[in-house]
């Protein structure tokens, strides 16, 4: 990315520092870290285990707050949780006691509002979810789940979508339909999309940009672009470039876990 | 995306096929039997039929004494004959458990719902509900009856102690049931701490709040009938000392009756308000 003619982010984050108070001590989950986000993209996190992918995420929601650092969004600081970001979490997250449609209202009865009814249903359709309205959701597979969360992560309509690896529970195939559907949805009304994961095939497949974290503490270890037009078809993920980032992504993870610490002592590829 | 990607799922169709049965959850009493085919009510109408039946003739062939145990018809014609004179008493003892289990009951679910908010006083406060539950609060009843005399008071208070605890420490364990992640969703749309009670938390507490409320109904009807039992001229457990007291056994047999028809109904009364109401976990 080049810094010159870059639009202002639409997030970002600013040498998050976030430590965790354990018994045994502090635990530091994320060390300095800092990462952009520009409007409409989409950008994809991987980092190995327990590297701090997961607690970016919230920091960047809001649900919690940085030992030291800022999340910004638009440049405003975000203190707490915020109308214009959305989340999809790790496993849908539904409230079984619901059927569908009392699931995807509810951030509307949160928030004391009539549901957008027009826009539900345009999501509802969208995801292939016509029908399913009153079924309860351990009635539906793991996908059809999170097409749920995904609906009712999109419903107030954020500017910010952040997803907490969505797709880790599903199996390949079905995780393959639920990438094709988050990029539909994102042809369909971009939006800032931060979306962590563990699999770098997902990761590529969906983002412009893959951002590799270090071990715990997370900071950011180095960034790639993947310059596919959209809509991708899965066939990209059968050319050299998608098999040369691979490589690289998986060198930068593995490689810096065994000791050979190639590329992972970060060149910040922050701008 | 086509739509014949979408996996259609379908409720299962029977219950206890599969679902997972745990004292954590009300699927272990919903998912109990049921029968739900002609030929299986046909059964259990008929294995019924056979085992009364057989009581009957067995007490009939080597001529029980009634004192001892009188035959099945004996304890028919008795509810029949007897029950007027019986329902004030059934009447009466409803309103100790009604008033009781109402007060205790209430008490019990506002001590569940704020205690589990703060886990300190939970730890400070749990030894003596412990021993509230364990102990058979009929034990407490003669002292009652010396404070309060011989009316409805000494009989409810009982019940109310009886039912509050076991209610409390059920609803309790479902409120402390914290999902993190369900929090956190409600919280990312800006929920108070009273929607995220009344949306997240008290919906989760539900299944283990109406085990609570079974329990505890069925304990204030024990204390309500033994609390009857110890003094006092009314109600079905007076009825019971009464009858046996005058070895009128198809009575007292009658009583007894109509002590299980209570005690079931109170089962599956929260039976059917679980399968309404808290049946999505399973």
């Not at chain 1, 915020?82 to 509810?106: S, T, Y």
């Not at chain 1, 979508?161 to 042809?187: C, I, Q």
């Amino acid at each position: 990315m080049d810094a010159a003619d870059a639009p202002a982010p639409k997030l970002r984050v600013d040498s998050a520092t976030k430590a965790y108070m354990t018994a045994t001590g502090d635990l530091l989950a994320l060390d300095r870290c800092s990462l952009d986000v520009f409007p409409n993209e989409i950008v994809s996190v991987v980092g190995p285990s327990g590297c701090g992918k997961t607690t970016l995420l919230w920091s960047m929601s809001g649900l919690h707050g940085l030992t030291s650092g800022d999340v910004l969004l638009d440049n405003q600081p975000i203190t707490g949780p915020h109308p214009d970001i959305g989340i999809v979490f790790q496993e849908a997250n539904l409230l079984p006691w619901r059927d569908l449609d009392a699931n995807i209202n509810f951030p509307f009865e949160i928030k004391g509002e009539a549901p957008d009814q027009p826009w539900v249903n345009h999501l509802v359709e969208r995801v292939g979810l016509e029908g399913f309205g009153s079924r309860f959701p351990r009635e539906l597979s793991g996908g059809m789940q999170q097409r749920v969360a995904i609906v009712r992560a999109l419903s107030l309509k954020p500017s910010v979508l952040l997803m907490d690896e969505p797709f880790g529970a599903l199996d390949s195939f079905t995780r393959d339909e639920m990438n094709h559907l988050v990029e539909d949805v994102w042809l369909d009304r971009p939006t800032t999309i931060v979306f962590i994961t563990h699999s770098i095939d997902e990761a590529i497949f969906l983002s412009d940009r893959v951002v590799v974290l270090t071990p715990r503490p997370g900071r950011v270890a180095e960034t790639y672009s993947v310059p596919f037009e959209r809509p991708r078809s899965f066939e990209i993920m059968a050319t050299k470039e998608v098999f040369d980032l691979t490589v690289a992504i998986k060198r930068d993870i593995v490689g810096g876990r065994v000791g050979a610490r190639g590329g992972a002592e970060p060149a910040l590829a922050e701008r | 995306m086509s739509d014949n990607a979408i996996p259609e799922f379908s409720r299962p169709s029977r219950s206890g096929d599969g679902e997972q049965v745990s004292l954590a959850n009300l699927s272990a009493f919903t998912s109990g039997p049921g029968a739900t085919s002609r030929f299986e009510i046909a059964v259990i109408v008929a294995v019924a039929v056979l085992i009364i039946g057989s009581v009957e003739a067995a007490l009939r062939l080597f001529e029980v004494p009634h004192y001892i145990l009188p035959p099945p018809s004996a304890i028919a014609a008795a509810l029949v004959t007897e029950f007027p004179l019986i329902a004030p008493h059934l009447g009466y003892t409803l309103v100790e458990l009604f008033s009781g289990f109402a007060i205790g009951a209430s008490i019990g679910l506002i001590l569940a719902a704020v205690i589990t908010q703060f886990p300190f006083a939970e730890k400070i406060v749990a030894p003596y509900i412990l021993i509230l539950v364990t102990t058979p609060m009929l034990a407490l009843v003669p002292l009652l009856i010396l404070r309060f005399g011989f009316g409805f008071t000494p009989r409810i208070i009982a019940v109310a102690l009886a039912a509050g605890p076991m209610v409390m420490i059920n609803a309790a364990t479902g409120f402390r049931r914290v999902d993190s992640a369900k929090i956190a969703l409600a919280r990312a749309y800006g929920a108070s701490t009273l929607q995220i009670f009344w949306k997240i938390r008290a919906p989760m507490a539900l299944p283990m709040i109406l085990v609570g409320l079974m329990i505890g109904a069925i304990f204030g009807l024990l204390t309500a009938v033994g609390a009857e039992m110890v003094g006092g001229g009314f109600g079905l457990g007076n009825r019971l000392t009464s009858y046996g007291s005058m070895i009128q056994m198809p009575q007292f047999f009658a009583v007894v009756l109509i002590l299980s028809i209570l005690g079931i109904l109170i089962y599956v009364f929260f039976y059917l308000v679980g399968k309404k109401w808290a049946n999505w976990e399973a």
